[in-house]
Each structure stands twice: as C-alpha cells, then as structure tokens.
C-alpha cells in the first residue's frame, strides 16, 4: 500500500505512520524490535514519522485545560509534544511502542500520551452506555500499540490489552489492535506478530 490518489481530485496522498517509541536507555533488544516495526511499514512504501521520546523534551500535563479553553487543540508547552499531537492526528496510523511496565505503559510513552489530550474535546457523549470525550477532528489514525515483555505474563498482558481498548474510547480511531511480543522471541517470530497487528487494522501489503 503506497500513496493514494484521490479519484475525485487526482490529488495524491502518501499514507502516513507516526510511531511513538516509549523505550528506556540502551536496550538494543527494544531496539531491534522497533526496527521491524519501522521496516515492515517502509517495506509497504508508508511514509514512517518516529518519536524516539526518551530523546526528546516534552513537558509533563499539567492539567490545566489551556488546550480546551484558551488555545483550542494547542498545549502552552512549545516543545516536542506540540510536534507529536499534530503528526498523530495527520497520520494515518499511529503506533505506540513501550515495554509494559505493570500492564501499562512507560513513563515516557505516557507523559507523550498525556499531552495529546489537546486533540479531543472537554465535551462528552455517550458512547457504548459510558461518558466518553467528544472529538476535535473529524477524523483519527487507525491505533496500533505494541508492548514489549521480558518473559510470557498473562497477567501483564491482559491488563495490557485492557488498557489499549479503554485508551481507545478517547483516540477514536477507525481501528486499533494492541499485542505483547516477548523480547527473547525471534525476529522472524516478531516480524510475523508485527505482521499480524498490522492486518488487524486492515494494513497490509
């Protein structure tokens, strides 16, 4: 899947992943996966935006809904998460990447998530019986997160899954999928899970 052409205007669109690498310090083997990642989706001809947040500065929320009230979808912070909401919500897919800390997410991926909170409303609806945010834009990237784990924890995992889908309601993306690969497992292994995910948000090559 490479770039579209729009049938009404012949206007070309290169489709568009930004990825959202939560990984710590000098962990090659996150490392290594992480370039699967980015290879399978350049193999597919997609234009691949990476955040390497550990190497970035980007300011924790402060929760003072600035972004809602005074400048509309903008954070007051001028720095790398002000970069990072406007690729995500141009992008056709966006992927998270994190070692699960505890079923969650890194404190990097995190902090970076925290700060995309510009790109819904502080309005709410009903969605599925729950009190959910309205959105900004009229529309969202297809969600793909992927968590890394030392070792098979079902535990993890499932809260993994869980979080993904909750996080989800508010992304309001068209699709979103999220799945645990092991770091001792092999690339070939990994590629064909990373594969996987990728189908199940209908991107394929």
């Known amino acids: 899947m490479g770039p579209l052409s729009d049938t009404r205007t012949g206007v070309i669109h290169q489709v568009k992943a930004v990825i959202l690498n939560g990984s710590g310090n000098d962990d090659e083997t996150l490392d290594s996966i992480f370039n699967i990642i980015v290879n399978e ?6 234009e691949v935006e990476s955040f390497i947040l550990r190497d970035l500065k980007i300011a924790y929320c402060l929760g003072c809904f600035e972004c809602w009230t005074k400048s509309p979808g903008v954070c ?6 002000r970069e990072i909401a406007r690729q ?6 966006a992927v998270l990447f994190t070692p699960v800390t505890f079923g969650g997410y890194s404190s990097e991926l995190k902090k970076a998530l925290d700060r995309i909170i510009c790109l819904i409303l502080p309005f709410f609806k009903k969605k599925d019986g729950e ?3 309205k959105p900004r834009y009229d529309r969202y990237p297809r969600l793909m997160v992927v968590g890394v784990l030392p070792r098979a924890d079902e535990e993890s995992e499932r809260i993994f899954k869980t979080l993904v889908d909750r996080n989800a309601l508010n992304f309001d993306p068209p699709a979103h999928v999220g799945g645990v690969v092991l770091s001792g497992q092999g690339a070939e292994e990994i590629q064909k899970e990373i594969k996987s995910l990728l189908a199940a948000i209908e991107v394929v090559q």
Do not use: P
């Open 76 to 81: 007051r912070f001028d720095d790398a998460g």
């Open 88 to 93: 995500f919500v141009q992008s056709d897919v």
């Open 41 to 46: 989706l350049t193999d597919i001809e997609w």
């Open 131 to 133: 009190v959910h945010h």
